[in-house]
């Protein structure tokens, strides 16, 4: 087994996130027109074996912090992506590796229960499919994730050091039309056809240009600091 790094972010990044976040309460909103079609993931031509991600074996996890003085009223959240798409060239030195991770917003899973009792006591507490429906709402506004004109958030790679047995990742994050960088350490074993890659990273909503939720003068809110996890796996493309 041999290894090397791997992104996301999706991840982040990328990633994302990334990313975002929300509350519990939020007024109805009106009907939104559909968001443009999100771009296949593409990388540019390079020596190397070429992966594509697995969506149903990867996962992107975001942890949001409730905060203010009200903090009770609200939750922390567990939000999942299931649906990366991806690709990934390898080539001899894993440092002059290329990738790019695609995570839909849309279908971002808000507080699944299973996903909740695996975070532990921090997200003890149960989730009404009602408070889910009002994060949602709160991510896709236009101060955060702006689902109605950016459909996914874009993770590529940038610069990759090696870090002992691990390696150290730049993540180039494309959110809603603008780029931001992150940087995390990332554990990726290669095994035949098959690779796989894991590591997490703290981050601020604000570095990545987003508006953290707020509320009631901020007695209600969430925090600017998030956590977001990510194991991805990828299988060799077919020729």
């Given at each position: 087994m041999?290894?090397?790094?791997r992104?996301?972010?999706?991840?982040?990044?990328?990633?994302?996130?990334?990313?975002?976040?929300?509350?519990c309460?939020?007024?109805?909103?009106?009907?939104?027109?559909?968001a443009?079609?999100?771009?296949a993931?593409?990388?540019?031509?390079?020596?190397?074996?070429?992966?594509?991600?697995?969506?149903?074996?990867?996962?992107?996890?975001?942890?949001?912090?409730r905060?203010?003085?009200?903090?009770?009223?609200?939750?922390?959240?567990?939000?999942?992506?299931?649906?990366?798409?991806?690709?990934?060239?390898?080539?001899?030195?894993?440092?002059?590796?290329?990738?790019e991770?695609?995570?839909?917003?849309?279908?971002?899973?808000?507080?699944?229960?299973?996903?909740?009792?695996?975070?532990?006591?921090?997200?003890?507490?149960?989730?009404s499919?009602t408070a889910?429906?009002?994060?949602?709402?709160?991510?896709?506004?236009?101060?955060?994730?702006?689902?109605?004109?950016?459909?996914?958030?874009?993770?590529?790679?940038?610069?990759i050091?090696?870090?002992?047995?691990?390696?150290?990742?730049?993540?180039?994050?494309?959110?809603?039309?603008?780029?931001?960088?992150?940087?995390?350490?990332?554990?990726?074993?290669?095994?035949?056809?098959?690779?796989a890659?894991?590591?997490?990273?703290?981050?601020?909503?604000?570095?990545?240009?987003?508006?953290?939720?707020t509320?009631?003068?901020?007695?209600?809110?969430i925090?600017?600091?998030?956590?977001?996890?990510f194991?991805?796996?990828?299988?060799?493309?077919a020729?």
């Amino acid at each position: 087994m041999k290894f090397w790094p791997r992104p996301l972010v999706v991840m982040g990044i990328t990633a994302a996130v990334a990313v975002s976040l929300a509350s519990c309460r939020a007024p109805q909103p009106r009907p939104a027109p559909p968001a443009p079609p999100i771009a296949a993931p593409t990388v540019p031509t390079a020596p190397g074996r070429s992966f594509h991600v697995v969506p149903a074996e990867s996962e992107v996890r975001i942890l949001v912090y409730r905060a203010g003085t009200l903090a009770k009223l609200g939750h922390n959240h567990v939000i999942t992506s299931h649906d990366l798409k991806g690709l990934i060239t390898l080539p001899e030195d894993p440092t002059q590796a290329s990738f790019e991770i695609v995570m839909p917003v849309a279908t971002l899973a808000i507080d699944e229960p299973g996903k909740r009792t695996e975070e532990g006591a921090d997200f003890s507490a149960p989730v009404s499919d009602t408070a889910r429906d009002g994060t949602r709402r709160n991510m896709m506004k236009p101060e955060v994730l702006d689902g109605e004109h950016y459909p996914a958030v874009t993770v590529r790679s940038g610069k990759i050091t090696r870090a002992g047995d691990d390696f150290e990742v730049l993540f180039e994050v494309e959110l809603r039309g603008e780029r931001h960088e992150l940087k995390a350490p990332v554990h990726f074993a290669l095994e035949a056809d098959r690779l796989a890659a894991r590591g997490e990273l703290t981050f601020r909503q604000t570095d990545l240009g987003l508006t953290p939720f707020t509320a009631a003068l901020g007695a209600l809110a969430i925090e600017d600091e998030v956590r977001l996890k990510f194991d991805i796996h990828a299988a060799l493309s077919a020729l």
